[in-house]
């Protein structure tokens, strides 16, 4: 069974950087398309930041623009997400998720909270 693993989560203050990273069990190209969501406490799931394994290619939410930045590492299986100028409002859990043929693959999350 395939696993992802997101590791990085933690308290920071407002405006400080965080890095988030996550590894498969299989090699990332296996997968067309890796992707970080966040899910605030009464809110839906939503898409964070996606990165196409192959040509690098990026697209990003609205809300976190200029800020953070998705990476991926298909030597070591890892996708990451550096996260910049933090807000309160980016608290949330962030998930990691592998989009193949099959199916999808996601991790069990990482807490991220923002707060003085």
């Known amino acids: 069974q395939v696993q992802l693993v997101e590791s990085g989560g933690g308290l920071v203050q407002p405006g400080g950087p965080l890095r988030l990273s996550c590894i498969a069990s299989?090699?990332?190209?296996?997968?067309?398309?890796m992707e970080w969501h966040r899910q605030a406490p009464g809110k839906q799931r939503r898409l964070v930041a996606q990165i196409f394994t192959t040509d690098g290619r990026t697209n990003y939410a609205d809300s976190v623009k200029g800020r953070f930045t998705i990476s991926r590492d298909n030597a070591k299986n890892t996708v990451s997400l550096e996260m910049n100028s933090l807000k309160p409002e980016d608290t949330a859990v962030y998930y990691c998720?592998?989009?193949?043929?099959?199916?999808?693959?996601w991790g069990q999350g990482t807490q991220v909270t923002v707060s003085s």
């Open positions: 299989i090699s990332t190209l296996n997968f067309g398309v």
């Open positions: 998720n592998g989009i193949r043929s099959s199916g999808y693959s």
